[in-house]
């Protein structure tokens, strides 16, 4: 049973486009969101994550939008660049459990071509 | 402030043996937590430590266990090898009260 799905297993984008990664979850209890951008051979690198008291947060070039009636989130990157090419996973957790067990999706590999 | 790091980054073994890894966390980050990367699986949570307890568990077998030391320090040790275990397993810290997870660069583990 999955959680957090990332139904896209890949995307390619064009340099100075936009790159829409998408992510849905089930669980309604999660309330705290986050998009971890992986290279091969390292480990994930925190990139933006969202309260689910906003619907969107802004950070640079990466904006992360949340719909909560959908069950939904998406990180749009404007413009894309060659150095953004990475597995990009959305992961979620419940902040009330009073852990930070981080529930991911399993990933979207972006390939930004130059 | 240095980063969250991980030892050995690279280890085979073979079936039945065990092993342990190690986890540095951030400086002043006293969570600690454990996940398993596999192509099939992707990313699944392990096990928490928050000051040397355990705070929550994964659905992962007996065979993987884990500590954290007064320093933070965490190790994780699996017993009895078994080729699914082949794996990168990831530590990640976090400061209390913040919302998000540093993770380390990974150790890859080969089970043969």
């Known amino acids: 049973d999955q959680q957090v799905k990332q139904n896209s297993p890949s995307l390619s984008v064009q340099e100075g486009r936009i790159s829409i990664l998408n992510c849905d979850y089930t669980n309604s209890m999660f309330d705290y969101f986050l998009w971890y951008k992986k290279y091969p051979a390292e480990g994930p690198t925190f990139l933006i994550s969202?309260?689910?008291?906003?619907d969107k947060n802004e950070d640079g070039r990466f904006t992360v939008f949340l719909n909560k009636s959908a069950k939904h989130l998406s990180l749009h990157i404007v413009p894309s660049q060659p150095g953004d090419s990475a597995v990009y996973f959305c992961a979620a957790r419940v902040t009330a459990a009073g852990s930070y067990q981080l529930t991911f999706g399993k990933g979207t590999k972006l390939s930004v071509i130059p | 402030k240095a980063g969250v790091t991980q030892t050995p980054r690279y280890l085979i073994k073979t079936r039945g043996q065990q092993v342990t890894l190690s986890c540095s966390p951030i400086s002043g980050h006293r969570s600690v937590s454990w996940y398993q990367q596999t192509p099939g699986q992707g990313l699944q949570f392990l096990f928490e430590y928050f000051s040397e307890t355990q705070r929550n568990k994964g659905n992962f077998p007996g065979r993987f266990s884990g500590r954290q030391f007064s320093n933070s320090r965490s190790e994780m040790n699996v017993s009895t090898l078994e080729l699914g275990d082949s794996a990168l397993y990831l530590c990640a810290s976090s400061f209390e009260g913040a919302d998000t997870q540093y993770f380390g660069p990974g150790t890859r583990l080969t089970v043969l």
């Open positions: 969202i309260s689910s008291i906003k």
